[in-house]
């Protein structure tokens, strides 16, 4: 699984992709800026809205917007 850096000061951690943001109802924690996430591009097919961009998933199936990631090499 390709690993990526926050590169953002916190990062939200979600239970499922909003279709909007703001939106805090399925934040089930952060990552801060330096943290390592090991994490699989989510089809864009299966977001709900492609205005918010790139989303990923970790193996523990939580979201995370890819605007806060960059991929490690």
């Known amino acids: 699984m390709p690993t990526y ?10 239970r499922i992709i909003p279709s909007k943001l703001p939106d805090d109802n399925n934040v089930v924690g952060v990552v801060n800026k330096g943290c390592v996430i090991s994490a699989e591009e989510v089809p ?13 998933k970790d193996s523990d199936g939580y979201y995370y917007w890819g605007g806060g990631l960059i991929k490690n090499k």
């Open 5 to 14: 850096t926050v590169v953002v000061d916190k990062l939200s951690k979600r």
């Open 44 to 56: 864009a097919k299966k977001v709900p809205n492609a205005s918010l961009g790139k989303w990923y």
